[in-house]
């Protein structure tokens, strides 16, 4: 009982913030402001981007999206063609959507790293959008289970063909309606895609895990119009937006920014859609959807759609806004603002469509807390 | 309890600052740190902080205080009370053949302790909460000479140090706290005090002398977010210090003491210009009365002025502050150590519509062989 009361004595008097004394600091307390700003530039873009660090692969088509998978293993060329018995393709789906798919040599060597659906690496097109391949089919099924096992058309092909899938690995194409998604090569060993090569003569199974793999994916073109404010994953669409800032003093202290919109969920498959800010590190006007963004988000969170869609977006970019205005050049223009990106993080998450509504209550905003700096005790 | 106890100081200590007066100049004058002298009302020329005062001293003396100390605060109707639990000095005091005494001791000077919260602005939700840690401390060395068995001189030097940090945090409309600034400052100076006493076993006097002394402040403003750290060196000027003090012994069982500070420091300056500070004063006056041969009970009572104004409600207005202090303290004999000594002290402090109501309590561990065969000498 003692102890309650000692604890609850200190409690009152560490609770007690009552202004008492606090006109002792006058002239030392610096001017604080806030200041609501729209974007002073605003723009949207489209760009495709390699999506292979992503732990699965997404293979499907609906109304906005089609997605095929692309695969390598590391199959060697001294397999004993002859004493080959069956091989099979050994998939691992993450969901239980069913997706029937058929599978193709791939003809063109490619690098995951910049792998899209138009480029095959960084420097070379893909003949055909969305990946080049072998016309025959040498595997197909529907997506089904926690594993499927497929047999693959691999022994009675084509030298030239075998040793296309060697090299160039396999696509796989969707025949359904839907978007589903395989366990990639990012995922645990167990559930990364392999091939299983069975032999004739008693020798034992030989497994091969796939080591790259990406998805290639496309939006179709109808589902984006001109002048769209839009933020997605996947073909990445990215949001690009600009405030000025220069009306805020050097010497600030942001206290807080907060970025906020109402968006409009257009399309989705997932209940929450990542989301980041990224801030410009040049100039989107020069560079356009090429323009480089601090890999660092500046600003991050999961957006859960409500059901009243009435729910509006915060997000705290007090550090990007403070690194705005904190430089300057000697004119006093804020030479770091180049704007910043609202896009979806990471780009190769479950695909979702976000629109950003350009005027209106629900347009994006910028509230801005700031503080000058207080003066000396001695002055 | 034991576990509450650590807790509650611990929180005091470092959650809360001193007093609601410590924002302005350098912060609050420490007065001499040292239960006895505190029991009779903290006459500064008969305590420890004098170098003159050593007229007799058989064995080596150390003494560590420590402070714990409560505040509040009321002001147009609101109250709030801080805190602060800290160590208050250290010192030593060593014979030296040829009736000399070597001194050491670091003691603090000003605090600049401090803790409040604005009131929020009526178009907004802002609100500020600014505290502060830190003081100004003397690192003091120096050299006695009793004469005659009556008389003392002594002088020390005294190299002053320290520092305090200012944060400045702001809540912004949302209700969230930030740290915007950080305001730290370092300060550095050097001094001499020159001491003097007379002592009989019935009557005793003392004076205390530091002459002006600068003091330079560097100060570091790191404004949060923001990349260029302000940096300015202030040149403080504080004219000198003066104290007198006196005691008597009507009885064996009784002394009474006065003393007596002056500084007149409306001449300080800042950057060599007038800093518009006051010249201060302080008197005190205590009592000791042997309540058996070992536990003395001694009360005092004190009254000063600022050397600089609090700010008034009025935008423009200033006004001078007093401080009352009514003093009670004893000694608990320690064998074969020295002494636990404890003072407690009430201070009403007062300027315009703010007034402060400070408890004090405070401990100072002597360790004397000679305690047993004390004699009566003022201030230690």
């Known amino acids: 009982m003692r102890r309650l009361v000692w604890f609850s004595l200190l409690g009152l008097v560490a609770c007690n913030t009552a202004p008492v004394g606090f006109d002792q600091l006058r002239g030392r307390i610096p001017a604080a402001q806030d200041t609501i700003m729209a974007p002073d530039s605003i723009a949207s873009y489209a760009r495709y981007v390699p999506l292979s660090p992503a732990d699965r692969l997404f293979l499907g088509r609906d109304s906005y999206y089609v997605a095929r998978a692309l695969i390598r293993f590391p199959l060697p060329d001294t397999l004993g063609i002859d004493t080959i018995a069956s091989v099979q393709l050994v998939l691992h789906p993450v969901d239980s959507t069913r997706m029937s798919f058929v599978c193709r040599p791939c003809s063109t060597a490619w690098d995951s790293a910049y792998a899209t659906w138009l480029m095959a690496d960084d420097a070379i097109h893909w003949y055909s959008p969305g990946g080049d391949f072998w016309p025959d089919s040498i595997a197909g099924s529907v997506l089904t289970g926690d594993t499927l096992k497929v047999d693959l058309r691999y022994a009675e092909l084509d030298s030239t063909v075998r040793a296309a899938i060697r090299q160039q690995g396999m696509l796989l194409f969707p025949r359904d309606t839907g978007l589903a998604a395989i366990w990639s090569v990012g995922a645990s060993a167990s559930l990364k895609p392999s091939i299983r090569v069975n032999y004739r003569s008693g020798k034992n199974p030989q497994t091969f895990t796939a080591t790259v793999a990406t998805t290639l994916i496309d939006t179709l073109p109808n589902t984006i119009r001109s002048g769209d404010l839009l933020i997605g994953p996947g073909v990445a669409l990215r949001t690009w937006m600009r405030f000025r800032v220069d009306s805020i003093p050097e010497a600030a202290t942001i206290a807080s920014a907060e970025l906020e919109f109402r968006p409009d969920v257009e399309y989705r498959r997932s209940d929450s859609l990542p989301l980041a800010v990224h801030g410009l590190a040049q100039s989107f006007a020069d560079k356009g959807a090429y323009a480089l963004y601090d890999p660092l988000a500046a600003a991050s969170l999961y957006y859960v759609p409500a059901s009243d869609t009435d729910s509006i977006i915060h997000m705290d970019i007090r550090g990007l806004v403070q690194s705005w205005t904190s430089n300057r050049d000697s004119t006093g223009r804020d030479t770091a603002n180049y704007g910043l990106l609202i896009m979806a993080e990471p780009e190769w998450s479950k695909p979702f469509r976000i629109r950003v509504p350009r005027t209106g209550p629900g347009a994006p905003r910028l509230t801005i807390e700031y503080v000058m700096p207080p003066e000396d005790r001695f002055r | ?380």
């Open chain 2, 1 to 380: 309890m034991k576990k509450t106890a650590t807790i509650i100081l611990a929180t005091l200590a470092f959650g809360w600052g001193q007093s609601f007066f410590n924002m302005r100049g350098l912060g609050g004058i420490v007065p001499p740190a040292d239960a006895r002298t505190t029991g009779l009302g903290s006459p500064c020329a008969l305590s420890p902080l004098n170098p003159g005062i050593w007229v007799t001293l058989n064995q080596t003396s150390l003494a560590a205080s420590g402070l714990a100390g409560i505040a509040v605060g009321t002001q147009s109707g609101s109250s709030r009370a801080v805190g602060t639990v800290r160590p208050a000095s250290a010192a030593v005091a060593a014979p030296l053949p040829l009736q000399c005494r070597a001194l050491l001791g670091i003691d603090d000077r000003f605090n600049q302790d401090f803790d409040v919260w604005s009131e929020s602005l009526p178009d907004t939700a802002y609100r500020r909460h600014v505290y502060s840690h830190g003081g100004i401390h003397a690192l003091r060395a120096g050299i006695a000479k009793s004469l005659l068995g009556r008389f003392c001189l002594g002088l020390d030097y005294s190299h002053l140090l320290g520092g305090s940090k200012e944060e400045w945090r702001f809540e912004g409309n949302s209700g969230a706290y930030s740290t915007t600034d950080t305001i730290e400052t370092d300060y550095a100076g050097n001094t001499f005090q020159a001491g003097a006493s007379f002592q009989t076993s019935r009557f005793s006097i003392a004076a205390l002398y530091e002459p002006a002394m600068t003091l330079t402040a560097h100060r570091l403003k790191h404004v949060h977010g923001v990349v260029a750290d302000s940096v300015r060196t202030y040149r403080i000027r504080l004219p000198n210090v003066m104290a007198f003090g006196g005691g008597v012994e009507p009885t064996d069982k009784l002394g009474l003491s006065l003393g007596l500070d002056l500084r007149p420091w409306a001449g300080a300056t800042l950057d060599d210009v007038d800093a518009g500070y006051r010249n201060t004063w302080r008197i005190s006056a205590g009592a000791e009365y042997q309540l058996s041969p070992e536990y003395p009970l001694r009360i005092g009572y004190s009254r000063q002025t600022y050397y600089f104004d609090a700010l008034t409600s009025d935008p423009t207005g200033t006004a001078a502050i007093t401080e009352d202090g009514l003093y009670v303290g004893t000694s608990i004999p320690v064998p074969k150590f020295g002494s636990l000594d404890l003072s407690g002290s009430v201070l009403l402090r007062r300027a315009d519509d703010l007034t402060e109501v400070a408890g004090r309590l405070m401990l100072t561990l002597s360790y004397r062989e000679t305690w047993a065969r004390r004699t009566r000498r003022w201030g230690y």
